[in-house]
């Protein structure tokens, strides 16, 4: 929800707006730059997403063949994403300019449903990010294509390095080395901050030539902290129970608690307040860089420290609210990320009057698209995703003998994962 509320009002500005001096005047409140700069949160997709992969095959006790394994999980992880994702390019390529009209029919949906005409194959397979990267087709997208690259190399890290010690210290590394690298671009070739990419001008280009949207933000370069950081909290979640180590009985037990409790906030207030260390202005050449290479692995230290303490019984009032939200709501997500642009694009391609972007257009605007999203993800699941799953599964059973995909474990019950 919080990526549809940064969506709702990224979107505005490729309307018409009643004031823009106004609409200028906010950008720079707490709140404002909180919401611009949300979209670190996907940071914490990537996190997720290896640390769930590296967890599970970890915990298997024989190993396959290394093609295989890796062939195999690659292709779940596909039958996973692909029917869902392709369903909505194909919507987007075909009926989407045809379901309405409007002022600006044209330039928001008609334009892009040419992209998405013109480069529908890369997300077929998965290089919408590295292809026509000034393309946008559904710019969520770009997400998907990244994280899968990046799923990709954590397996074939995993696959060629699990069982050896040296493996912390070399995602420890790669952390460190991947952090500098993008410092070194951002300098090199003047990139610049998340909160400063996000700026109106280069909203209502749709970030086309611009260089920090393509090599940091949508590149599997600028979110490669993210993924090993995925990787190492799972390494060091396994290293602990392997030594039969207990956090709760260690010396400091209470010190590093509290850590874990206010990492969550600290990680939001992270998001909120880093833009101000660019400054009011295009902040100068080393303090851009900087910031463009670090602000993603500071919000990801902050998450990564939250959940070892949450997978350790650190308890605490987001972990509690995290752990009850039920299945049926995070089951649909998905859809909803796919669904809510096409959506809200064509909502404000088809008004007639200019919109008052403010705090109250925005909650509004964002409950409205919220609902109608999700809402629309439920046919979406029940009538591609999981009818795709099952004959997947069921063509698996009859034809293919039992394998080793690590990602049709289920998690151990017994251990206070993500509980």
Known sequence: MSVILEHVCWLANLSYIDDTRNMEMIRRQPDAMLMTNSTLVVQIFFVMSSFLLAYKLLRLKSRGPFFTTFLETMINRIIRISPSHLMVIWFASSWWERVNSGPLWTPLVEGEAA???KK???HLLFINNLVYPDDKCLIPTWYLAADMQLYAASLLFLLLVRGRRTALLLLSGLFVAF???NFTFAYLWHLIPNFVLHRPESVRTSYGGEASF???YQSPLGN???AI???LLALIHREMKDRGVCLSQQKGFQTFRWFCICAAPAAVCWAGLSPLIAGPRLPERLTAAALAALERPVFVLLVLTALLGAINGVKSPWRTWLSHMGAVVPRLSFGALLLHLPLNKALLAS?????????SHAIYEWFGVGVIAYTAAIPLALLVEFPALALYRELRRVTVRPTLDPTHEKLDKTEPVLQ
Not at 351 to 359: E, H, K, S, Y
């Open 229 to 231: 950081g995925g990787l």
């Open 120 to 122: 529908w194959w890369t």
């Open 214 to 216: 393509n090599v940091l």
């Open 115 to 117: 992209v998405c005409r």
């Open 351 to 359: 008004r007639i009057a200019p919109i008052q972007l403010d705090r």
């Open 179 to 181: 952090t500098a690298l």
């Open 224 to 226: 490669a902290p993210a």
